[in-house]
């Protein structure tokens, strides 16, 4: 074991490949060599690095570690971890594979410009749904003449096809010209033709110049300049062998391929590399990471293997690889699964759901396990689950919390109703307003408390106003009889009206009469102040809004909250872009067409609430978890009880939402071969294994939840049929 940095070399003794299944303490041995490395490495000045990474303070030296994590909750843990085994003594530079890539490429920007000879101006980072609107608009005639088409594939899904496509190249290490010829070979001319991949190919030459004119950064943007041009660059290489002197690397089965070009060049200069890796994990694969190209990297380090196996693999773990993946070779007569792996059956999905719930009720009122211990999982974890298993659990007050629940903005209240509002402010606008959207706006904003309804505390030093539930000024009813009144459709000006044009406004009641006149006199005030040009812009609208109607003395819970959040991120980012665009183009386009389109991109769901990771407390500390396979996977988290919903369901054996259009045919092993159906089979089995194995080894009791039928009305027979008929039912026990 290196104990003293001093002595590191290019050696195979130097680095350290720490490999073992989940739970088995590689984490633990990467914090343990962080605190030897630590105590002995060479601190720089503050000076040489401190806008590297923006982490510590002016007078501080400078961290020499660089300390890597699959994603952005991973690594919120692991700097904990490594922060509270030290005492917070030592600076280290904590970040992901992508957030190091992005982070390189912001730093070293005068290097790219000048050697790709671009406009110098700061590049500005495109989100997803930006990248997918802006790469339409410059594909529209392709799009229109139906040069970029596919059978069963809408405009939108093909030009996200066509733009991972660069993602997948650049973060597998391929020159984007080659996107051409691996298509062609990969696909054999099946699912398109040859025509169709060449005018991806060029679609994407167009896209990558007409983003670095203007310097627009996107994911697969930043990754090609990263391993093609920066790291190739001596000067950059210099420059990253003074500041790290070590990497320490969590879940590298999880990393791109370029990953370990980065690593290569580290230990290629003297620095030290401690790696984690799961042959079970690789839960991106299909998503950019490369399993089989980062364990490659072992042959440079000093192997340690962890043996220990957690949760019921010890003793399921084989037998339902075998049951699940190799059923038709190995099914023997008489198999029961042990009592640790039960079953729900049912005929009905809805009554699956049902029974599931009281189980975990029963379970939790009980004592025989707390909330926090359970763990609902499914291959696709839908809202009717999501909001029947929630409304169930709290009846008896037990949370329900989803984890990482990505869903898009417009399904929140609180942002349909603003964006009416920025339709009822802004001009030109009147197509994108109804009288259900108005009702609706009304009912969120008509929200408000009342001075009878709060209560008061027997001290009178203390008031606690704020802990009374907000009473409905505007109800449904209420709010509907007032659109249907007092609302006047408009193409370029939509109004509301004086309560008085409802003839029985008397009938309203005089809380729903004040609180619909303060939304109109607002509306008012905001029309005013848009046309003498004395509102900033939307954003400013949206923030005076969300500060006026919806935190002016009342509660929200975190989810509304993270949305509201999300939001304002959006809008800053998309009038950010806007901007510029403004500035290097000659375009007419006014306020209201850019807030138009703002409006349908968010209604059309493309934008997705993904919050910065924030630990949950309080009763959502105490809440079971509800998530998906990918998604629970990711976390990494562990719960004693697990309850897999839809067992029965044959998208365990698949990829779905979890692999991007032609990923395997990236994979450094796979470039240069066409993609059979037997690889595809063979990477379901592999997929299925993982999966399997990863998921038993979080968890002690376990609980297959299958119906015979599925939402659709289908009879479910995927590949965890034989594990589900050899468990013991729920009803036996």
């Known amino acids: 074991m290196v104990t003293n940095l001093d002595k590191l070399g290019t050696t195979a003794s130097d680095s350290i490949w720490i490999v073992g299944a989940a739970r088995s303490g590689k984490t633990a041995r990467l914090v343990e060599q962080f605190c030897i490395w630590s105590k002995t490495v060479k601190l720089l000045p503050a000076t040489v690095s401190s806008r590297a990474s923006g982490r510590w303070r002016a007078g501080q030296t400078a961290p020499a570690i660089l300390v890597l994590a699959a994603n952005g909750d991973n690594r919120l843990e692991f700097a904990d971890r490594i922060a509270v085994a030290t005492q917070g003594k030592y600076a280290f530079h904590s970040t992901t594979p992508f957030g190091f890539f992005e982070q390189e490429v912001l730093l070293f920007w005068p290097l790219l410009v000048k050697s790709l000879n671009l406009r110098a101006q700061f590049p500005l ?142 230990l290629d200069t003297g620095a030290a590399g401690a790696f984690s890796y799961n042959r079970d994990g690789g839960v991106r694969v299909g998503l950019g990471a490369d399993t089989e190209y980062l364990a490659q990297l072992e042959s440079r380090c000093l192997v340690e293997k962890l043996d220990a196996k957690a949760g019921l693999v010890p003793e399921i773990g084989e037998l339902a690889v075998n049951l699940a993946v190799n059923s038709d070779g190995f099914y023997p007569l008489g198999l029961s699964l042990p009592r640790s792996v039960r079953s729900i059956e049912t005929t009905s999905r809805a009554q699956l759901l049902r029974e599931t719930a009281e189980i975990i009720v029963d379970a939790v009122k009980s004592k025989a396990v707390e909330p926090q211990e359970i763990a609902v999982i499914a291959p696709g974890m839908d809202a009717i689950a999501r909001y029947s298993l929630t409304e169930i659990l709290a009846r008896s007050g037990i949370a329900a919390v989803s984890l990482n629940d990505q869903r898009p903005l417009s399904t929140t209240p609180e942002i349909r109703a603003l964006l009416t509002l920025l339709a009822l402010v802004y001009p030109g606008l009147g197509r994108l307003v109804d009288r259900d959207a108005v009702a609706e706006m009304l009912v969120i904003l008509g929200s ?240 299925l294994r993982r999966i399997l194995v990863d998921l038993l080894s979080r968890c002690s009791l376990l609980y297959l939840c299958h119906s015979e039928l599925a939402v659709n009305g289908q009879e479910q027979t995927g590949p965890l049929l034989p594990l589900i008929n050899s468990s013991v039912s729920s009803q036996q026990l």
Not at 183 to 192: P, S
């Open 448 to 687: 408000q408390k009342h001075p009878e309804v709060e209560t008061e505390d027997p001290n009178p030093t203390f008031n606690l106003q704020s802990s009374s539930q907000n009473s409905k000024s505007i109800d449904l009813v209420r709010a509907g009889l007032i659109a249907d009144h007092c609302f006047r459709p408009d193409i370029d000006r939509p109004q509301l009206l004086a309560i008085t044009a409802f003839p029985r406004w008397d009938r309203l009641g005089h809380r729903a009469a004040v609180a619909y006149e303060q939304i109109v006199e607002w509306i008012e005030q905001q029309r005013s102040q848009q046309q003498e040009r004395l509102l900033p812009s939307p954003i400013a609208l949206i923030d005076r809004a969300i500060q006026k109607f919806l935190m002016n003395d009342r509660y929200l819970a975190y989810d509304r909250l993270s949305a509201l959040r999300e939001l304002m991120e959006t809008a800053a980012h998309y009038w950010e872009i806007h901007g510029r665009m403004q500035r290097l183009e000659s375009t007419n386009a006014g306020d209201s067409e850019t807030i138009a389109r703002f409006i349908q991109l968010l209604r059309q769901g493309t934008v997705t609430a993904n919050p910065f990771p924030v630990r949950p407390e309080g009763a959502a500390a105490r809440a079971v978890t509800l998530a998906n396979i990918f998604q629970y996977r990711s976390s990494r988290h562990a719960h004693k009880w697990h309850f897999w919903l839809d067992a029965g369901s044959p998208l365990w054996l698949r990829g779905g939402a979890a692999t991007l259009f032609g990923a395997p045919l990236f994979l450094r092993s796979q470039i240069g071969r066409p993609w059979e159906t037997e690889d595809e089979t063979v990477a379901d089995q592999q997929r």
């Open 125 to 266: 980072r495109l989100q997803p749904e930006t990248e997918l609107e802006l790469a339409a608009r410059l594909w529209r005639r392709e799009l229109d003449e139906g040069i970029l088409q596919q059978t069963g594939v809408s405009p939108n899904r093909m030009v996200r096809r066509t733009l991972d496509l660069l993602q997948l190249a650049a973060v597998s290490g391929t020159p984007r010209e080659e996107i051409k010829s691996i298509l062609e070979q990969g696909f054999a001319a099946e699912g398109g033709s040859n025509h169709l991949w060449t005018s991806m190919g060029e679609l994407l030459e167009r896209w990558r110049e007409w983003c670095l004119m203007r310097g627009f950064l996107t994911y697969g943007i930043v990754c090609e300049l990263y391993w093609r041009y920066l790291l190739q660059d001596e000067s950059y290489q210099q420059q990253l062998a003074s500041r790290y002197q070590a990497v320490i690397a969590d879940d590298v089965d999880d990393y791109p391929a370029i990953s370990r070009h980065l690593f290569d060049r580290m």
